[in-house]
């Protein structure tokens, strides 16, 4: 190995590999948690001038973060930043998004660690993002089990995932597992 570089696994890099396996220029993509903007730019970027991207919070300070972010790495203006609860998916998105993200946890660098994603509006939206996703789409939830919302959540989305029909829907969770508090991501997968 050359001196330097580091071959282990980079999760953040892997979740772009797998959305990029299914999102093209001119389709349509869901980030169900702007925070920042880093997810909504790639998204963005990826889908190109012709594709559309939506994207939610409610928090206004994340809405504004991810617009003058958005605006200085030069993204195409094919985004709809949406200042609400990703649980009201349905009422915003009308199209078959071909990849769905959720950053679950609270935003980055804000110091507001209570206004955090919730089971209950996590689990709703979820359910939501599933039905409209379109064929051959990708679902990628990234959860963050080192506090106790975040533990929780993924309990609870790995018991839904499992109960999806395997023959329509492939449901993956990729995770570090020797390092338990550690991000992990699932991923589902439309056929
Ligand atoms: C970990 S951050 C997301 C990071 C982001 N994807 C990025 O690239 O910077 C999680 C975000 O989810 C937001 N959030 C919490 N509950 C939400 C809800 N019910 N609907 C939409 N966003 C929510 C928080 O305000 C926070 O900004």
């Given amino acids: 190995m050359a001196k330097g570089l580091n071959h282990m696994v980079d999760l953040l890099e892997l979740q772009k590999r797998f959305i990029l396996a299914h999102l093209c220029p001119g389709d349509v993509a869901v980030d169900c948690t702007m925070g920042n903007g880093n997810d909504t730019a790639f998204l963005s970027q990826t889908v190109g001038p012709t594709g559309r991207v939506y994207a939610f919070d409610i928090q206004e300070a994340a809405v504004a973060s991810t617009c003058a972010h958005l605006q200085a790495v030069g993204c195409p203006e094919n985004y709809t930043l949406i200042h609400a609860s990703h649980h009201?998916?349905?009422?915003?998105?009308?199209?078959?998004p071909k990849a769905v993200m959720f950053n679950l946890g609270y935003l980055p660098g804000s110091g507001k660690k209570q206004v955090t994603t919730m089971r209950?509006?996590?689990m709703e939206a979820v359910f939501g993002a599933v039905e409209l996703l379109a064929n051959d789409g990708i679902l990628l939830v990234a959860v963050y089990p080192g506090h106790e919302e975040g533990r929780l959540e993924g309990e609870m989305l790995k018991e839904y995932f499992a109960t999806l029909d395997r023959r329509l829907i492939c449901c993956s969770c990729f995770?570090?597992?020797?390092?338990?508090?550690?991000?992990?991501?699932?991923i589902v997968e439309k056929k």
Avoid: C, D, G, W
């Fill in 175 to 186: 995770q570090i597992v020797n390092s338990p508090t550690s991000p992990y991501f699932f």
């Fill in 120 to 122: 209950e509006t996590t």
């Fill in 88 to 96: 009201l998916i349905k009422e915003y998105v009308h199209e078959a």
